[in-house]
């Protein structure tokens, strides 16, 4: 109960986002730059793209992702710069059976979701290179003519007050780079307290297993997309009832931090 009451806290008290969308039309072409939160399970970003093809077959070859991570990495340990250069990341990609087909030449991404590392934003010696890092980087993608966003991260299964933390200092920097903020964080807490039963973390209680992974995937389609994951039919090997309540809590979680549902009795303003 206390452990209710306390998501319920973190998901009322922080600073609410100023932005509720990526902005412009839904990208096609995304970039993932992160760390091993990003790359277990097969990676992140595969999962988002199968559920963007399923949900848009029509359009699901037009459909892009690429990662890149660094083991351990915060921020400032990638050169966002030389991840626009031209005929670099991106220029070719790898279909069918295997096949590679070149893409057309200039801008390589739409958007650039961006994760630091789990601890970074909260730890008070790496604090303030976060938010400095989360200025240059932004800066960075918004001058290549792409869109921002920050992967909110999740609390160790041991530290459970990271959730509310980490939160916190996501949206403060998602609101100072006017950028969009993804909560998988409190996601992963909001399935936590209601599925105490199901195991998302690895044994060293920082990693993702794949319902974990799944679930992020999830909550960047519904952040990114604004589309509901609610009955896509892309499962990632996850048992069908499992993944569909992990679809509906990435969504209520989505709508929760947008302030478009009401939230532990209260009206908050909807959004659209």
Known sequence: MLFLVALSNSLLAQ???KRTDIGGEPPKYILYVGNSFFYYNNSIHNHVLNLTRVA?????????????????????????ESYFRPDGIGKYSFVGDNEIVFNKPGKQFDAVIMGDCSQCPVHPKLKSVFHEYAKKQTDTVVRHGARPALFMTWAYKDKPEMTAQLAEQYTIAGNDNDALVIPAGLAFANAISKRPDLEFYMPDKRHPTLIGT?????????SVYKKSPVGNTYLGGIDPKIANFLQATAWETVQQYFGSERIAGRDTEVQR
């Open 15 to 17: 600073t609410k986002p």
């Open 56 to 80: 848009d077959p029509a359009n699901k070859d037009r459909y892009r992702a690429t990662s890149v991570t660094i083991s351990g990495s915060g921020f400032d340990w990638h050169d966002m």
């Open 214 to 222: 799944y679930l992020g995937a999830c909550t960047i389609y519904a």
